[in-house]
T-cell receptor, first 114, second 114 residues
Framework: AQSVAQPEDQVNVAEGNPLTVKCTYS??????LFWYVQYPNRGLQFLLKYITGDNLVKGSYGFEAEFNKSQTSFHLKKPSALVSDSALYFCAVRGNQAGTALIFGKGTTLSVSS | NAGVTQTPKFRVLKTGQSMTLLCAQD?????MYWYRQDPGMGLRLIHYSVGEGTTAKGEVPDGYNVSRLKKQNFLLGLESAAPSQTSVYFC?????????????FGEGSRLTVL
């Protein structure tokens, strides 16, 4: 069975500092990995994904994520946080077998202080 | 450019009442999904569809039924609502699984069951 874990319920960081939101996964075969962001009272917005190739993936709003196969991790990063980055972030995983759906983590609330 | 549209956005029901949530997408996507979001639980898959006329159970299907009579619409029904079904419901669609395509989400439907 596939699963994804986000070990931190909340991450606090000061504006201008680097941020990391952690994600680990479990899936049979090669994974498809995703990050989504949710602002209050809104739907989820796609940030970036890893399918294959370069382990460092760049996405929207200056975010990037690093795929580490040996540690089964896909941490979200940003070199310099903005107050406007404050939101709920979800990691998601899908196996590459046909018919498998996207499984989400429980989410991590990012709070960026000015 | 509507994307994924959910109706209604808010609804209050009494225990035992029935209702249907409608999801419509204008992107000609094959796959559609219904998730529920609860605090601290992330998003959990209720049902999904891989094409017109098909449906499949997700992680938490009990108490819900779905139908996909038209490719662009995916309906979620509650035959006899229970307080445990108080949640925010999200519909999503994707072109398919090939290449790890991302999901596109609606803005959510907030349901309260008294």
């Amino acid at each position: 069975a596939q699963s994804v874990a986000q070990p931190e319920d909340q991450v606090n960081v000061a504006e201008g500092n680097p941020l990391t939101v952690k994600c680990t996964y479990s899936v049979s075969g090669n994974p498809y990995l995703f990050w989504y962001v949710q602002y209050p009272n809104r739907g989820l917005q796609f940030l970036l994904k890893y399918i294959t190739g370069d382990n460092l993936v760049k996405g929207s709003y200056g975010f990037e994520a690093e795929f580490n196969k040996s540690q089964t991790s896909f941490h979200l990063k940003k070199p310099s946080a903005l107050v406007s980055d404050s939101a709920l972030y979800f990691c998601a995983v899908r196996g590459n077998q046909a018919g498998t759906a996207l499984i989400f983590g429980k989410g991590t609330t990012l709070s960026v202080s000015s | 450019n509507a994307g994924v549209t959910q109706t209604p956005k808010f609804r209050v029901l009494k225990t035992g009442q029935s209702m249907t949530l409608l999801c419509a997408q204008d992107m000609n996507h094959e796959y559609m999904y219904w998730y529920r979001q609860d605090p601290g639980m992330g998003l959990r898959l209720i049902h999904y569809s891989v094409g017109e006329g098909t449906t499949a159970k997700g992680e938490v299907p009990d108490g819900y039924n779905v139908s996909r009579l038209k490719k662009q619409n995916f309906l979620l029904g509650l035959e006899s609502a229970a307080p445990s079904q108080t949640s925010v419901y999200f519909c999503a669609s994707s072109p398919g699984l090939a290449g790890g395509r991302e999901l596109f989400f609606g803005e959510g439907s907030r349901l309260t069951v008294l």
